[in-house]
């Protein structure tokens, strides 16, 4: 007599409870000059011209491995929005935040990969332009910060946990933490104008507005030190022009100082004493300031 497996059974009960999203791999998706793989994330509800967050891993990781880290999924299941996990299993599974095609608009490197990606999804799902975001941890956290420097016509805004300024890693032979030099992730220090020269010349002569960004680090990191967050801050200030303007302790817990920059709808920093490496994610705080939940 047939049997069925539990699979099926399991099939039949997410069919009729209408819940059976998952993380599913897309083969083909444009250009993709690195290799670079990627994943998505559907929600079985999904709201009317969606709103897309690209999720980056960290160092080591891969796309699957960030699915499974954070709460996002569970946050797109409420409020019906799309999550684009990329994955590289270049440079030891670390981002290529140092290559001239990553830091120039649409030359090449990991990060236009990153945005065929996004351009299959708007096209496919019909999407909301308006509102693409970016966030990651550690090495995503620094490409974070490249693709809201290189790409800014295409991210509303960012949110970088215990990431590097944007470009502080040009010219390197790679971004891992066994590269040779490690004197971006120790702290490499500019001006708040270089920094954001770094930033404009990725896209000379864009004139559009600027993707907002939110900054994450803990104070006992010894991997990416604290200052990187400092100098990304410095960066994205000048590039938004808006100058820091009050700290607030205790938020969004007893560990953290939060940074206001502004008016805090530009630009946020957060800073965790006793927090290493990587700063945790912080979901509500974050899709607060993407504007996706009230």
């Known amino acids: 007599m047939f049997r069925p497996s539990p699979s099926i059974f399991v099939l039949a009960t997410c069919v009729a409870l209408g819940f059976c999203a998952s993380l599913q791999a897309v083969a083909s998706f444009g250009t993709n000059p690195t290799n670079i793989q990627m994943y998505i994330y559907m929600p079985d509800k999904l709201a009317t011209k969606p709103a897309i967050i690209v999720a980056l891993h960290p160092c080591g990781g891969t796309g699957p491995q960030w699915y499974a880290s954070t709460k996002l999924p569970s946050y797109a299941d409420t409020n019906g929005f799309i999550l684009i996990y990329p994955s590289t299993s270049n440079f030891n599974h670390c981002w290529d935040v140092q290559s001239v095609g990553s830091l120039t608009h649409g030359q090449g490197g990991d990060a236009l990969g990153i945005i065929s990606m996004v351009n299959y999804t ?117 590039v938004l022009d808006v100058p820091w303007s009050k700290n607030v302790t205790g938020f969004p817990s007893a560990a953290y100082t939060q940074e206001i920059y502004g008016d805090g709808t530009k630009l946020q920093g957060f800073f965790g004493q006793g927090v290493g490496h990587i700063a945790p994610v912080n979901e509500p705080v974050m899709l607060k300031f993407f504007g996706l939940t009230a």
């Open 122 to 238: 708007l096209s496919k799902y019909s999407g909301d332009p308006a509102r693409v975001f970016a966030m990651g941890g550690s090495s995503g956290a620094m490409m974070t910060n490249v693709l809201a420097g290189s790409y800014p016509d295409v991210f509303e805004a960012g949110a970088a946990f215990s990431g590097t300024a944007h470009a502080c890693f040009a010219g390197a032979a790679s971004a891992t933490p066994a590269t040779p030099n490690q004197t971006c992730q120790m702290g490499l220090e500019h001006t708040a104008a270089d920094w954001g020269n770094f930033a404009h010349n990725s896209y000379p002569g864009y004139t559009g507005r600027r993707t907002r960004m939110m900054v994450f680090h803990g104070l006992a990191d010894g991997l990416v030190r604290p200052q990187c967050a400092i100098e990304a801050l410095k960066q994205w200030s000048y």
